[in-house]
Every structure is written in structure tokens, then in C-alpha cells.
């Protein structure tokens, strides 16, 4: 089968015929079904694929982001690394050579233009991994609105107003100009603008009286835009004509005034912009300044129509930044190598958005002490309740005890949670198992964790109990069909009725399974390519968590100005039809879902 590889594609043209032959004689061949898993996320591999005939996609999460056809190779960065966030899925029936490994490095190093190639498409690929976020976010803020600035209320004077009315008026609302009105605008009438420099220019340097009329001072040649307008044309604008303020309208009446540094604050909230705050803080209040930074970013990226997996990846980097870099100026350097700080919850699987409860842990090395212990952590969580990040009801944070342990008494935990399950039991080992960690040393989490998986055995009222809190709370199928008119302004809790049923069910078949992934979407896909879920079932759930998702964000900026998640409730009746019809679907598959889960589970004995 090796006879058919074809050595004219690149970068094997670049091979002797006598390295040809040696390559020819180590490859193998792979043939995979369509739906067939070639290499499965963060798995290592032993080889290079390249596809002979059929299709390959590559997902990340449930995304397809590259297809791979005749004569394409992949995957470099499993190759040469360990492991990588994506999945390789035959589309279609495929045959693969495999190139193994070591000859690949043999070739690689004995031929100096074939290892350039090799060497370069790995760093290409890294390269073009780390832009591929920055310039997503930079696309969305480009093609943000006037509306998602801030817009100062507008100041209106008459033209017979005097100077001291004016300054008056900007005193009494704060405000860094007046927009000055000389007749009626519907009936020829127009608006002027006067500003505070303008004051200072016409009373202090050229010493009009403060009683001067308005009218005849004012600017009527005003810059304006609509709401509707790109921020980056406001930008263009400002800069062209040396201003600092445009008057914005919408369907042509006034209805604020853009000024420059609020523009500035939205184009600013770039993660990099965020991250380098972050790296730079010296102290808590730093960080807290920053951390509101992420609230304007995530405004600004779900206003542009982002998907909300771009966002809460962006959002889960940024928060563990932040934790990472408080610890770090709280913390001694003995306590930072001696401990493992993890997030659980939904920061542990990188779904938080807005800033809910804190979930969060610290793992001690076996036989080591810190005197100022109590002192770092209680710092640690008052810094955060400061930061917007709410104390969590069930004291599941680092200033407990019970949750600042050494590992030995990790591992006790674990244990009783695993053997002697209580409904608390069930809920410490259900948000420990998405813990993830932070800062110091990582391989004690990992240890944790391994001693975790290590310990679960084919017990199945152990997983019927785990899994049955899934079920706990009803997901309505009233509010739609013939009872929908009634009851369309009833509000739906989205948490309880359709994620949560999808995070703890996708979490059981995952714990069942011993599966490492901690992210639901990747969960999805990982018991899609083990066979517990059909491809089809997964792609559905998938993307009902990530419309449920988004509706809950929506929900929680809607009713936040800080920030926080407070409101998880929808009410179906501020939806439009679209969004409506969707949530209906996205609740029926929840049911069927947790009908697959009782199922699986043995729930309903």
C-alpha cells in the first residue's frame, strides 16, 4: 500500500530517492470509517497523518475549524508536543500513510531542506493558533456600535441663555459642554454646541461678559452620527476634525453627546489591553481596576455578535490571570511551590462569564506549614468579594479551612465522597472533579485528580446517585403550544431548567468514563467520539448549551451594571420569535435528554 504515497506533494519533493525509499518502507496505513476518531483531543501522537483519499475534520469543541483532504497532513503540534485542544474526525470513509515518528526526525535532521519545512509548518501552526483569537476579538471590536458606548445625557440651553447660565448648567449636570438651542429644529431651528473650553476662551482670554447671550457664540456646524454608527468611523471623525465629542442622534433627534475618552474605554477593551494591566499590577486594587476591565470586553464582544464559547474562553484566561497574579502578590514565594490554588465550578470548566460565587481551593504539599496561612487566604477572598466575585453561600473558597488542606486529607475527602456519598458529598465531588488549577505547582491537582479516577470503580448506584440531581429540577414544556398565550410572560430560571441538566448529566457519563476534560462542550465531543453519545445527539446538546448560554449572559448583562451574574430567569415574552422558537426546541431536547440520562443511570427504578 506504501507504493501509492505520493512524494511529488511538499514537503517530501524534498526528499532523495534514497530517503524516499527508507520513508516508504516504515509507513503504515490507517483506515477509519466516516465518524471514525483519528486522534482524539490532547492525545499524543506517534506519527504524522497524511490523507491518501476521504476528509478529515478538525474540530475544536464542536466546531469544525479546518478540513483536511487528498495530500493534507496533520497534526504537527500532537506530534511535537503534548497533545492538542482539538480532534481529528474522518467526514467520510479515509485512508491515512502514517508516517512514524522517529523517521520523520531522522529525515528531518539528515536533510536540512526537508527539516525547514517540517520545523517551520510547526512554528506556522503555533503561530497561527495564538493570532487566531486576537484577531476574532479585533474583527468583533471593529464592528462595534455607537450604542455600546457610553453616552453622556445632553445639556440643553436656549440661545438666549447667558455664559454664567451655561456654566451653570455644565456644573449642576457634571457635564463638559452644552448644546445650545436657537429656535424650534422642527421648524428651521437649529443646535449649537458650546463647550467648556469654549467658555474658557470667551470669558478669561477674550473677556466677554459672563452675561453674553449664548446664541451667537455657540458652534453650529455640529459633528453628528447615529447610534447605529461604527465607533471606528466616530473615531475617524474625532481625529479628522481635532474634537473630542460628537453629538449622536438617533431616527434624527439628539440623544447624547460620544466623547473621546469613552470611545477610547470601548476600543480598549482588548484582552491583550486587559491581560497587560493584569501582568503589570503592583497591588489588589490594580487588579480590581482590571478586573472591570472584563465586563466593558465581554459588553462589547456579545454586543458585536461573538459566540459566547469565544467569550467565555476569553473571559476563564483573563479571570485566571487575575486569581493567578492575586495569589501571587499575597502569597509567599514558599507557599506559591508548595501549593496548588484551583478554581471548581464553572470557572474550573471555563464557562463563567459574568462574575458568579466563588468556587475555589488550595492544595497543600504533604508536611508543609505556612504561619501567615490564615492570613494569605482571608486576604485572598476579601480581595475578591471586593473585585465583584461574590462570597460562596456553601464557603466553598480558600479562607475555609475545608477547603485549604494539605493532599493527604484531599485525598481522605475524595474517598468518603466516593464511598460514603451524601447529597453534600455528591456536590463537593461534583465540583471538584471540574477543578482546574491556577497557580503554583499544578501536579498536585493532577495527583488529586488521578487518585480521583483512580478510585471510581463500575459501581452503578455509586453514578445513580451522582447522576440524579440532574433530574432535580423541572424543565417546562407548558410556556409553548396551546398554553403559550397564557403563560408567555412567566420567567423561566435557565439554569436550573436547561444548563444545569446539561452540565451535571454531561458530567456523570464523563465521570463514568474517566475522563480528564473538565469543559462541558469538550465532554460532549469526548463521549461523542467514545460512542456514549451519537454524533448527531451531541452536535444538538452542543449547541443547545451554547444558546442557553447566551441567553444567560444576555440575562445577567441586562440586569447587571457590575457585572455579576444575579438573574438567571428569561422571561419567553422579551424574546423575539426566532429566539423563542429556539428556546422551545432547545428545552424539548433537555427533556429528551434527561430521559437518556434516567435511562443510562437506571433513575426511574
Not at 100 to 116: D, K, S, T, V, Y
Not at 326 to 333: C, I, K, N, S, Y
Not at 337 to 343: D, F, G, K
Not at 526 to 553: C, H, I, K, P
Amino acid at each position: 500500500m506504501s507504493d501509492a504515497f505520493d512524494f511529488s506533494v511538499p514537503p517530501f519533493d524534498r526528499l532523495t530517492p534514497e530517503q524516499r525509499q527508507r520513508l516508504a518502507a516504515g509507513l503504515d496505513l490507517g483506515v477509519y470509517a466516516r465518524d471514525g476518531v483519528i486522534l482524539s483531543r490532547d492525545e499524543p501522537a506517534d506519527c504524522l497523518f497524511v490523507v491518501r483519499q476521504g476528509l478529515v475534520h478538525e474540530r475544536r469543541g464542536g466546531e469544525v475549524v479546518a478540513v483536511h483532504g487528498a495530500h493534507d497532513s496533520f497534526d504537527l503540534q500532537a506530534l511535537f508536543s503534548d497533545g492538542q485542544a482539538r480532534s481529528f474526525v474522518a467526514a467520510e470513509d479515509t485512508l491515512c500513510d502514517l508516517v512514524p515518528r522517529p523517521i520523520l526526525l531522522e529525515l528531518a535532521h539528515e536533510n536540512a531542506a526537508f527539516g525547514a519545512v517540517i520545523q517551520q509548518g510547526f512554528a506556522d501552526r503555533l503561530s497561527a493558533l495564538a493570532n487566531e483569537r486576537s484577531n476574532r476579538e479585533t474583527a468583533a471590536l471593529t464592528m462595534a456600535r455607537i450604542r455600546q458606548a457610553y453616552l453622556r445625557p445632553p445639556v440643553f440651553v436656549e440661545a438666549e441663555a447667558s455664559l454664567r447660565d451655561a456654566a451653570a448648567a455644565m456644573k449642576r449636570d457634571q457635564a463638559s459642554s452644552v448644546l445650545v438651542r436657537d429656535g424650534d429644529p422642527g421648524k428651521g431651528g437649529r443646535v449649537g454646541i458650546l463647550t467648556g473650553t469654549d467658555l474658557r476662551d470667551l470669558v478669561v482670554l477674550e473677556g466677554r461678559p459672563v452675561d453674553s447671550p449664548v446664541g451667537p457664540l455657540a458652534r453650529y456646524e455640529l459633528l453628528a452620527l447615529d447610534r447605529d454608527d461604527l465607533l471606528f468611523n466616530a473615531l475617524i471623525l474625532m481625529t479628522k476634525h481635532s474634537v473630542r465629542r460628537l453629538v449622536i442622534t438617533e431616527q434624527g433627534a439628539v440623544v447624547g453627546l460620544l466623547e473621546q475618552t469613552d470611545l477610547l474605554a470601548v476600543l480598549s477593551n482588548h484582552s491583550q489591553v486587559v491581560a497587560l494591566k493584569v501582568d503589570h499590577a503592583a497591588t489588589p486594587e490594580d487588579l480590581g481596576r482590571a478586573s472591570q476591565d472584563i465586563v466593558g470586553l465581554i459588553r462589547t464582544l456579545h454586543g458585536t455578535g461573538v459566540k459566547v464559547s469565544f467569550i467565555a474562553d476569553l473571559v476563564t484566561e483573563l479571570n485566571r490571570k487575575i486569581f493567578r497574579r492575586l495569589f501571587e502578590l499575597l502569597a509567599p514565594p514558599d507557599l506559591l511551590a508548595n501549593s496548588c490554588l484551583i478554581v471548581m465550578g464553572s470557572e474550573g470548566r471555563g464557562e463563567q462569564l459574568l462574575k458568579t460565587d466563588q468556587d475555589n481551593g488550595l492544595i497543600l504539599r504533604d508536611g508543609y506549614d505556612c504561619p501567615s496561612l490564615p492570613q494569605v487566604t482571608d486576604a485572598f477572598t476579601r480581595h475578591l468579594v471586593d473585585f465583584g466575585y461574590p462570597p460562596c453561600p456553601g464557603r466553598i473558597m480558600v479562607s475555609n479551612p475545608d477547603w485549604t488542606r494539605p493532599l493527604a486529607l484531599y485525598k481522605d475527602s475524595l474517598f468518603h465522597w466516593i464511598h460514603r456519598p451524601d447529597e453534600a458529598a455528591q456536590m463537593n465531588l461534583a465540583i471538584f472533579y471540574d477543578a482546574a488549577a491556577v497557580a503554583g505547582d499544578a501536579s498536585l491537582l493532577a495527583e488529586a485528580k488521578g487518585y480521583l479516577l483512580g478510585r471510581l470503580q463500575d459501581n452503578q448506584m455509586f453514578f445513580t446517585a451522582f447522576a440524579r440531581p440532574a433530574l432535580a429540577f423541572d424543565t417546562p414544556s407548558g410556556l409553548f403550544g396551546g398554553l403559550f398565550e397564557r403563560r408567555r410572560s412567566e420567567a423561566v430560571d435557565i439554569k436550573k431548567a436547561g444548563i444545569f441538566p446539561i452540565v451535571h448529566g454531561v458530567r456523570a457519563l464523563a465521570l463514568e468514563k474517566h475522563m480528564a476534560e473538565t469543559n462541558t462542550t469538550e465532554r460532549i465531543w469526548a463521549l461523542a467520539d467514545q460512542g456514549v453519545l451519537n454524533r448527531g445527539m451531541a452536535g444538538e446538546l452542543a449547541d443547545a448549551f451554547t444558546f442557553l448560554s447566551t441567553l444567560r449572559l444576555k440575562a445577567g448583562l441586562d440586569g447587571s451594571v457590575s457585572g455579576t451574574q444575579t438573574d438567571n430567569l428569561v422571561r419567553t415574552d422579551s424574546l423575539g420569535k426566532l429566539d423563542r422558537d429556539q428556546f422551545k426546541d432547545c428545552l424539548a431536547l433537555v427533556k429528551k435528554f434527561k430521559e437518556l440520562i434516567a435511562y443510562h443511570f437506571h433513575l426511574n427504578h
